[in-house]
């Protein structure tokens, strides 16, 4: 079977109906500190190749490593954070292995010895359902540089005319956070995937040790799975999707994977243990190369760095430190804004928990801010296929349109055609009214006048309304309305008819 080409695939339902799939995650984050994990140069993103570099970076005979302090601390803060035990005392090792963007030829890791272990975090599925994920362990090591290949077509090495490598990178602070094998999770398996990596980036977040924006590469995900004919069967063999970063594409990768091997079991094929590449485009997965066993790394203890011996006491105020995690702000916000459940998780689902409390920040209602983010601003991502903190529009924007609402200088109809302006880069809300003439009439005297001509233009509502009955009074404040371009105030209106016709 190619690999590359026409890949056979089994329909996923079928797949999970035939097989367990068993799932790991491999996170790496790196880490917001000023400068690298061994050196001092500074680290930042999107600056010109090969500037950000010292010896140190550059693996130069002589240049000798000293560990980040900072780095150290966000990454207990990360460990205690995941309900990890901090370890006593932990090292550093050499991962030997060559690579043109490891100028050292090894990668500075750690190996049996990691800062953190044995943890815990609780995901959140989109149905509200809580599924455990154990953690084995979360271990600080340095990011590689980065590679670019010229002239081929896919991006990659094989078919490009050469290679230039960026050492701005290398040597960037790193944690790898390890699951243990992801079982029980059946056809939810792809599901579970994107919530724990999206779990993990909003931890980053709110822990302040990392920006997290995974379209920069801050956080990226290696996925393995593998199947096995039964929950109760040895564990299959697994392949590791290597550097996928997005939510989308950890579910999609899962998905993909499940039905390719079921498709390579059903035809009486084994599983090559190896690492695979992504393809956004296609939404598959091709063979990298056959996955290295930690012995063949050849590790052993960085001579060059001394052992890192937390203070308990150290690690204790690190404790008493940590913020309000997301869980439970989430809890404490859908309190605070009054959200029913299902309300709550379709705010969490759509990516707009932060949207919605900036919004109420800037003195719109709970109720408002929501109406707005999960009704018009949501079917417009949904339309552009972007998250909905990519619009060009901020909660301060949001806040600002829902108080010319509560001001009454306009109503929810013109608020519509405010928001596109906004939306279209015409301004803020109040600029957008001012250039468009939004603003509701408030002036008592184009209204009559609107009123008036809706009146004669049909007398027989007039004579029903004085006979007591009011439904015809819609019809009068429709044509007031469109005589106003819906700028009128339709309460107001309606007072004025009734006060006209019992005059008349």
């Given at each position: 079977?190619?690999?590359?080409?026409?890949?056979?695939?089994?329909?996923?339902?079928?797949?999970?109906?035939?097989?367990?799939?068993?799932?790991?995650?491999?996170?790496?984050?790196?880490?917001?500190?000023?400068?690298?994990?061994?050196?001092?140069?500074?680290?930042?993103?999107?600056?010109?190749?090969?500037?950000?570099?010292?010896?140190?970076?550059?693996?130069?005979?002589?240049?000798?490593?000293?560990?980040?302090?900072?780095?150290?601390?966000?990454?207990?803060?990360?460990?205690?954070?995941?309900?990890?035990?901090?370890?006593?005392?932990?090292?550093?090792?050499?991962?030997?292995?060559?690579?043109?963007?490891?100028?050292?030829?090894?990668?500075?890791?750690?190996?049996?010895?990691?800062?953190?272990?044995?943890?815990?975090?609780?995901?959140?599925?989109?149905?509200?359902?809580?599924?455990?994920?154990?953690?084995?362990?979360?271990?600080?090591?340095e990011d590689a540089g980065k590679n670019t290949h010229?002239?081929?077509?896919?991006?990659?090495?094989?078919?490009?005319?050469?290679?230039?490598?960026?050492?701005?990178?290398?040597?960037?602070?790193?944690?790898?956070?390890?699951?243990?094998?992801?079982?029980?999770?059946?056809?939810?398996?792809?599901?579970?995937?994107?919530?724990?990596?999206?779990?993990?980036?909003?931890?980053?977040?709110?822990?302040?040790?990392?920006?997290?924006?995974?379209?920069?590469?801050?956080?990226?995900?290696?996925?393995?799975?593998?199947?096995?004919?039964?929950?109760?069967?040895?564990?299959?063999?697994?392949?590791?999707?290597?550097?996928?970063?997005?939510?989308?594409?950890?579910?999609?990768?899962?998905?993909?994977?499940?039905?390719?091997?079921?498709?390579?079991?059903?035809?009486?094929?084994?599983?090559?243990?190896?690492?695979?590449?992504?393809?956004?485009?296609?939404?598959?997965?091709?063979?990298?190369?056959?996955?290295?066993?930690?012995?063949?790394?050849?590790?052993?203890?960085?001579?060059?760095?001394?052992?890192?011996?937390?203070?308990?006491?150290?690690?204790?105020?690190?404790?008493?430190?940590?913020?309000?995690?997301?869980?439970?702000?989430?809890?404490?916000?859908?309190?605070?804004?009054?959200?029913?459940?299902?309300?709550?998780?379709?705010?969490?689902n759509a990516g707009a928990v932060e949207l919605i409390?900036?919004?109420?920040?800037?003195?719109?209602?709970?109720?408002?801010?929501?109406?707005?983010?999960?009704?018009?601003?949501?079917?417009?991502?949904?339309?552009?296929?972007?998250?909905?903190?990519?619009?060009?529009?901020?909660?301060?924007?949001?806040?600002?349109?829902?108080?010319?609402?509560?001001?009454?200088?306009?109503?929810?109809?013109?608020?519509?055609?405010?928001?596109?302006?906004?939306?279209?880069?015409?301004?803020?809300?109040?600029?957008?009214v001012v250039a468009r003439g939004l603003e509701v009439?408030?002036?008592?005297?184009?209204?009559?006048?609107?009123?008036?001509?809706?009146?004669?233009?049909?007398?027989?509502?007039?004579?029903?309304?004085?006979?007591?009955?009011?439904?015809?009074?819609?019809?009068?404040?429709?044509?007031?309305?469109?005589?106003?371009?819906?700028?009128?105030?339709?309460?107001?209106?309606?007072?004025?008819?009734?006060?006209?016709?019992?005059?008349?």
């Amino acid at each position: 079977m190619s690999t590359t080409t026409s890949v056979d695939l089994v329909d996923y339902d079928d797949a999970v109906a035939r097989f367990d799939p068993v799932i790991g995650i491999e996170v790496h984050v790196e880490l917001g500190t000023r400068t690298k994990m061994f050196d001092g140069a500074e680290q930042s993103f999107g600056e010109e190749p090969n500037t950000q570099i010292t010896p140190v970076s550059l693996g130069l005979p002589g240049a000798l490593p000293a560990v980040n302090g900072t780095a150290v601390e966000y990454a207990i803060r990360i460990g205690l954070a995941l309900n990890c035990s901090i370890a006593e005392s932990c090292r550093f090792a050499r991962k030997n292995y060559f690579y043109p963007d490891v100028p050292k030829n090894f990668q500075t890791s750690q190996y049996d010895e990691p800062i953190a272990h044995d943890g815990w975090v609780d995901v959140e599925l989109e149905d509200g359902t809580t599924f455990r994920v154990e953690i084995e362990r979360a271990h600080m090591e340095e990011d590689a540089g980065k590679n670019t290949h010229v002239g081929g077509a896919t991006g990659r090495i094989h078919g490009a005319e050469y290679s230039l490598v960026d050492y701005n990178r290398a040597g960037v602070p790193l944690v790898e956070i390890v699951t243990r094998p992801i079982t029980g999770a059946g056809e939810r398996a792809p599901e579970v995937a994107r919530a724990y990596v999206q779990t993990l980036r909003d931890l980053f977040r709110a822990l302040g040790v990392s920006e997290a924006r995974m379209e920069r590469g801050n956080v990226r995900a290696d996925v393995n799975v593998s199947l096995r004919p039964t929950p109760e069967s040895a564990l299959g063999t697994r392949t590791e999707t290597k550097n996928v970063n997005s939510f989308r594409s950890v579910e999609r990768a899962v998905r993909y994977e499940i039905s390719r091997q079921a498709a390579v079991l059903d035809g009486g094929g084994t599983i090559v243990q190896e690492t695979r590449h992504w393809h956004e485009d296609t939404g598959s997965t091709t063979s990298g190369r056959v996955k290295s066993d930690a012995e063949d790394y050849r590790y052993f203890p960085e001579p060059d760095l001394v052992p890192i011996v937390p203070d308990p006491a150290w690690v204790e105020e690190i404790r008493a430190s940590l913020p309000e995690l997301p869980a439970a702000r989430r809890r404490r916000l859908q309190g605070e804004w009054g959200y029913a459940d299902a309300e709550m998780r379709d705010v969490v689902n759509a990516g707009a928990v932060e949207l919605i409390e900036s919004t109420v920040a800037a003195g719109a209602s709970p109720a408002a801010a929501r109406k707005w983010w999960m009704g018009e601003l949501a079917r417009t991502a949904k339309q552009q296929e972007v998250e909905l903190a990519e619009l060009p529009i901020t909660p301060a924007q949001i806040g600002a349109l829902q108080q010319l609402v509560d001001a009454g200088r306009i109503n929810d109809k013109l608020a519509r055609q405010v928001l596109e302006g906004v939306l279209a880069g015409e301004g803020d809300p109040e600029q957008v009214v001012v250039a468009r003439g939004l603003e509701v009439v408030s002036d008592d005297g184009p209204l009559l006048e609107a009123i008036d001509a809706a009146l004669a233009a049909q007398p027989d509502i007039a004579e029903k309304i004085r006979g007591g009955n009011l439904g015809p009074v819609g019809a009068i404040i429709g044509a007031v309305m469109k005589a106003t371009r819906g700028q009128a105030d339709a309460g107001r209106v309606r007072e004025l008819v009734l006060e006209r016709v019992q005059a008349g």
